[in-house]
């Protein structure tokens, strides 16, 4: 769509594992067609990451951290989420992750119930 000038925000939401699922570097081609990724970041270790999401591929954890970075070159928001379901300490820490290490927005979405 932003290919053929649409205006339309455009947002996708991933566990951002493209790259190990590819097999190389599918960052650069989210140049212009997204204005914002989503990364479920989830948890802050891969101990509790694997244990969590039960990913098919070892290790997707570093994986995922590793996509969202590239993105951030790519994407003008990249944002990675956890949800308040965690410790707050873990919160916190993925919080780090995230700012420190990724350089993307952080965000702590609250939990639904069906």
């Known amino acids: 769509m932003k290919e053929h000038g649409t205006k339309i925000f455009t ?3 991933t566990n951002g594992t493209g790259n190990l699922i ?3 570097d599918i960052t650069p081609e989210f140049a212009g067609r997204f204005d914002m990724v989503s990364v479920s970041l989830n948890t802050d270790t891969a101990e509790k990451y694997d244990a ?3 990913p098919q591929q070892s290790g997707a954890y570093q994986a995922m951290k590793d996509f969202a970075k590239k993105l951030c070159k790519y994407v003008p ?3 990675m989420t956890v949800v308040d379901t965690i410790p707050k300490e873990e919160i916190e820490n993925c919080r ?7 350089g993307a927005t952080y965000r702590v979405r609250e939990y639904i119930k069906d």
């Not at 780090?96 to 990724?102: A, L, Q, S, T």
């Open 96 to 102: 780090r992750i995230c700012e420190d290490e990724i």
């Open 22 to 24: 590819h097999g190389r």
């Open 52 to 54: 969590l999401c039960h």
């Open 11 to 13: 947002r996708m939401d």
């Open 77 to 79: 928001k990249v944002m």
